[in-house]
């Protein structure tokens, strides 16, 4: 079966340095994998995807992405952190193996707080 | 393009009651899915609709049903609450014209409280 680990409850930075969000998946064949940001009392906003190619991926705001396949990671990066990204932020895999059913699994989610 | 709309924004219901929420996806978008949130399970996926046919399912109790119209909105109903089906009930839309590698767009979800 398919799932998202999100190691972190919580990760701290100052304003400025740089950030990481981590994820892990486990899906049976190739993974669709997604970030997105949750803002309080709001929906979810897509930030970047993995499909195929480019193992970095760029994304909204500034972030990135990078999968890493023989880890099963794709963590949230960005060089500069800004106290606006202070907010939820989860991962989320689809599998595309023999056992896709298209569920859109995701993480538990990490609170990303920036301090100024 | 509109995003995509839920209605209620807030809901107060007592249990044994029921309830229905509505999704209007993006124009032009034929899936939607619905996601329920709550602090201590996280996100869970409950069903997915693609041109009025249920094309997923969550691992969630009869109670909870949807469907999809024409016009690919969609409604998600919850019968005979518990206090437990307090939580933040998102719709989901997707135009899937890239397959599964689609990425979602979300509404801003129905709060609902269970007294």
């Known amino acids: 079966a398919q799932s998202v680990a999100q190691p972190e409850d919580q990760v701290n930075v100052a304003e400025g340095n740089p950030l990481t969000v981590k994820c892990t998946y486990s899906?049976?064949?190739?993974?669709?994998l997604f970030w997105y940001v949750q803002y309080p009392n709001r929906g979810l906003q897509f930030l970047l995807k993995y499909i195929t190619g480019d193992n970095l991926v760029k994304g909204s705001y500034g972030f990135e992405a990078e999968f890493n396949k023989s880890q099963t990671s794709f963590h949230l990066k960005k060089p500069s952190a800004l106290v606006s990204d202070s907010a939820l932020y989860f991962c989320a895999v689809r599998d595309r193996g023999p056992s896709n059913t298209g569920k859109l699994i995701f993480g538990q989610g990490t609170t990303l707080q920036v301090k100024p | 393009k509109a995003g995509v709309t839920q209605t209620p924004r807030y809901l107060i219901k007592t249990r044994g009651q029921q309830v229905t929420l509505s999704c209007s996806p993006i124009s032009g978008h034929r899936s939607v899915s619905w996601y329920q949130q709550t602090p201590g399970q996280g996100l869970q996926f409950l069903f997915e609709?693609?041109?009025?046919?249920?094309?997923n399912k969550g691992n969630f109790p009869g109670r909870f049903s949807g469907r999809q119209f024409s016009n690919s909105r969609s409604e998600m109903n919850v019968s005979t609450l518990e206090l437990g089906d307090s939580a933040l009930y998102l719709c989901?839309?997707?135009?899937?014209?890239?397959?599964?590698?689609?990425?979602?767009?979300f509404g801003p979800g129905t709060r609902l409280t269970v007294l």
């Open positions: 989901a839309s997707s135009s899937f014209s890239g397959g599964w590698g689609d990425e979602q767009f």
């Open positions: 609709y693609f041109s009025e046919t249920q094309r």
């Open positions: 899906v049976s064949g190739n993974p669709y």
